[in-house]
């Protein structure tokens, strides 16, 4: 990323997260309304199928590991 670019990512990736926050909160929310403890169960299932796809799409990425530049080596 270009440093001069920089801020206009950093803007985008902050707006992304919160929008996301928001929609995850507003669906999970939903679920929980059919039944609570029933919501709850599936919820819990959604997200732990999500985090297990995440999971295994982020070993897959390649580079996975840290670059010179980010470790601080110059």
Avoid: C, Y
């Amino acid at each position: 990323m270009p440093t001069d670019r920089a801020g206009v990512a950093a803007g985008v990736l902050n707006a992304a997260r919160q929008v996301s926050g928001g929609l995850g909160v507003a669906a999970f929310g939903a679920l929980v309304t059919t039944g609570f403890e029933d919501g709850l169960r599936t919820s819990l299932a959604v997200s732990a199928a999500l985090l297990t796809l995440t999971a295994l799409a982020t070993t897959r990425l390649p580079g996975g590991g840290p670059t010179a530049s980010s470790r601080g080596s110059d």
